[in-house]
């Protein structure tokens, strides 16, 4: 069954045994583990497919910018940018969002950001840093969920539609991908990251960091910006928590938005939005979709920073 775990996307040639062995050792039993990419993984060009492809406000807009954040707070916009490590990612002149993780050289992302609709890497990859810096990933490193899924089901493909009836909650589950860049991204303090627990988290506050966003008229497009949100409702199979429903703003560009604890701890990444705009959430039809962090998706960060991943515990 799924523990909790994000949408990813990795279809190409089966991968080192001993890789696979190593990540499974560390997961319950009859978990299914993230597959990483070899090198010689299919390139194709740029795709436009998005899982967010509507744009929309649910509730007050309390977004802000990193400048207004700032200013509010009285720090200087600088440390705020250390501090959270929210970046532009493009694959060719598509933007998402991505973070960075546990090392200053780890991303996490939306799997649709790097991957087309059937599932395969685009090119020209690269993470942009606000001061003009461009970090380019090692493909190498590329690790997703999507092969879980893949595995699962027979078959990989990741919806255009935005449509809310027709995506499946197990798309949204893997909808999540990790990599390493060739190099450490230059006054960046990575995030910590850990496993949403609803017990005690339901209706509690995250700080949501979106590095861009279209569509929507605040902030500016290519600005980092904050907003609250509520973890409102999860999707659950078998008692597995598949997805997480939240009451944040969502537009395209903002997949792959961290969900931050007070401890600046991921424990969720958008990857959709259900609500061109609605005065309050709505269980049905206004409500953004968080893929929230697996033990899967843990135990491959740890891998790539070269630490044994942490103990979990029996579910």
């Given at each position: ?178 990599v390493k860049l060739r190099k450490k991204v230059r006054n960046a303090t990575a995030l910590g990251i850990t ?41 659950y199979d078998a008692g597995r928590l598949l997805y997480m429903k939240m009451d944040c703003d969502g537009a ?11 401890m600046r701890e991921v424990e969720g990444i958008l990857v959709r939005v259900t609500s061109l705009n609605s ?37």
């Amino acid at each position: 069954m799924i523990q909790r775990i994000k949408q990813v996307a990795v279809i190409a040639p089966l991968v080192s045994a001993l890789l696979l062995a190593s990540i499974v050792s560390e997961l319950p039993s009859g978990e299914a583990s993230p597959i990483q990419i070899p090198r010689n993984f299919e390139m194709l060009a740029p795709s436009t497919a998005h899982l967010f492809r509507t744009a929309g406000i649910i509730g007050a807009d309390d977004r802000e910018t990193y400048k207004e954040k700032a200013l509010r707070e009285g720090v200087s916009e600088e440390m705020l940018l250390k501090q959270f490590p929210i970046r532009q990612f493009y694959c060719g002149k598509v933007p998402g969002t991505a973070s960075l993780v546990l090392r200053a050289n780890i991303l996490l992302m939306s799997a649709h950001t790097i991957f087309d609709e059937n599932c395969r890497v685009k090119t020209g990859c690269f993470l942009n840093d606000y001061n003009g810096d461009q970090y380019d990933i090692d493909p190498s490193t590329l690790v997703t969920g999507l092969e879980i899924l893949k595995a699962r089901t027979g078959s990989c493909s990741l919806p255009k539609t935005a449509v809310t009836g027709t995506v499946p909650a197990e798309i949204k589950t893997f909808d999540w991908a990790i990599v390493k860049l060739r190099k450490k991204v230059r006054n960046a303090t990575a995030l910590g990251i850990t496993i949403p627990t609803p017990k005690g988290r339901l209706k509690t506050n995250y700080t949501v960091v979106s590095a861009l966003a279209k569509d929507i008229p605040k902030p500016k497009k290519t600005m980092m910006h904050f907003q609250t949100c509520k973890w409102q409702d999860g999707i659950y199979d078998a008692g597995r928590l598949l997805y997480m429903k939240m009451d944040c703003d969502g537009a395209q560009w903002m997949s792959g938005s961290p969900l931050l604890n007070e401890m600046r701890e991921v424990e969720g990444i958008l990857v959709r939005v259900t609500s061109l705009n609605s005065s309050s959430y709505n269980v049905d039809n206004a409500f953004s979709s968080a893929a929230p962090v697996s033990q899967e998706m843990i135990s491959a960060i740890y891998k790539l920073a070269g630490e044994k991943p942490p103990s979990f515990p029996s579910q």
